[in-house]
């Protein structure tokens, strides 16, 4: 019984985070998942709906940094992405 909870669990978080990563193929993945395990159709929702908080959150935090972005030094944007970095763009 323990370990179905975990994995019913597991699902309704991966679902969560399907969306708030805008992953289609992991939250069609999931919750195909999730109904195969037969968990409740109002449990799927609030994880989808839990994604979609962390998704909004996440977007309304982007938007503030994009804002602040272009006033930046040019400094900081060639540790991440400048010639030799490991940053985002290599």
Same mark, same amino acid.
């Given at each position: 019984?323990?370990?179905?909870?975990? @994995?019913?669990?597991? @699902? #309704? *978080? $991966? *679902? &969560?985070? %399907?969306?708030?990563?805008?992953?289609? !193929?992991? #939250?069609?993945?999931? *919750?195909?998942? $999730?109904? @195969? #395990? +037969?968990?409740?159709?109002? #449990?799927? %929702?609030?994880?989808? @709906?839990? &994604?979609?908080?962390?998704?909004?959150?996440?977007? %309304? $935090?982007?938007? =503030?940094?994009?804002? %602040? =972005?272009?006033?930046? !030094? !040019?400094?900081?944007?060639?540790?991440?992405? &400048? !010639? +030799? $970095?490991? +940053?985002?763009?290599?």
């Amino acid at each position: 019984m323990k370990n179905q909870m975990e @994995e019913q669990m597991r @699902e #309704l *978080i $991966a *679902i &969560g985070a %399907s969306i708030a990563a805008h992953c289609q !193929p992991c #939250l069609t993945y999931h *919750i195909a998942k $999730a109904k @195969e #395990l +037969g968990i409740d159709t109002h #449990l799927v %929702s609030g994880a989808m @709906e839990v &994604g979609h908080m962390i998704e909004k959150g996440s977007m %309304s $935090a982007m938007q =503030a940094f994009a804002k %602040s =972005a272009f006033d930046a !030094p !040019p400094q900081a944007a060639a540790a991440c992405c &400048g !010639p +030799g $970095a490991k +940053g985002c763009c290599t």
